[in-house]
Each structure stands twice: as structure tokens, then as C-alpha cells.
């Protein structure tokens, strides 16, 4: 069983930046793939970026390609989200989930076992 707590979301203008964190109450942490998704009001959940165990593997959503970085940190039990030139577009609450083994990154919420309670990011025009 793993629990996961995100934190960082806030309200930020256009072209802003924040960055979000999840921490995870596991031993073994290292053996989990993570992903973050969002969910904006009306709108199912979609995937956002996912990284593998090690951190050498990521991939983005078109639409946060070059604008978010997913990174890990194995020895803090977390995994990071920084998101710059951040558009209205944006908002939504943000979700990390995580995934044990697995050698391709997943990129659909029902490939995911374990997931926080979300942080809203909200990003004013």
C-alpha cells in the first residue's frame, strides 16, 4: 500500500510558474513508476507526464511538452512537478499516482494503482 500527498498548487498568473511535490509513504519507493494527471471541472482526468523508477525515462502530454519537468528523488520519497509558462488552459486539480514495476511509462489513469487527493492549480488570464 502506498500513500501519496501532494502539495504546491496555489493560484498563479499567466506565464507563472509552480512547482509540486508528492510525497510517498513507502520502503520502496524506487520500485514505483509515477505519474501526474489533472482533472479541470467537467473534464475527465487525462495524463500529464509519467517517469520511470530511475528518473532516466519520462514522458509528456503534447500539450506540457517543453513547458513541465517531471523529476524523482528515490532517497525523499518524492516526485516533482515543475510547471513554467503556465496558460489558463492549465488549471485543474493536479493528481500524482503511482505504479509498481512496469517497464513502459503508463499513460492512462486506470493503469494506475495508487493515487493522492490532489492539489488545485489555478492560473488567472
Known amino acids: 500500500q502506498v500513500q501519496l500527498v501532494e502539495s504546491g498548487g496555489g493560484l498563479v498568473q499567466t506565464g507563472g510558474s509552480l512547482r509540486l511535490s508528492c510525497a510517498a509513504s513507502?520502503?520502496?519507493?524506487?520500485?514505483?513508476?509515477m505519474g501526474w494527471f489533472r482533472q479541470a471541472p467537467g473534464k475527465e482526468r487525462e495524463f500529464v507526464t509519467a517517469i520511470n523508477w530511475n528518473g532516466d525515462s519520462t514522458y509528456y502530454a503534447d500539450s506540457v511538452k517543453g513547458r513541465f519537468t517531471i523529476s524523482r528523488d528515490n532517497a525523499k520519497n518524492a516526485v516533482y512537478l515543475q510547471m513554467n509558462n503556465l496558460k489558463p488552459e492549465d488549471t485543474a486539480v493536479y493528481y500524482c499516482a503511482a505504479e509498481p514495476w512496469g517497464t513502459n511509462l503508463r499513460v492512462g489513469p486506470d493503469e494506475y494503482d495508487y493515487w493522492g487527493q490532489g492539489t488545485q492549480v489555478t492560473v488567472s488570464s
Open positions: 513507502t520502503r520502496t519507493f524506487s520500485r514505483y513508476q
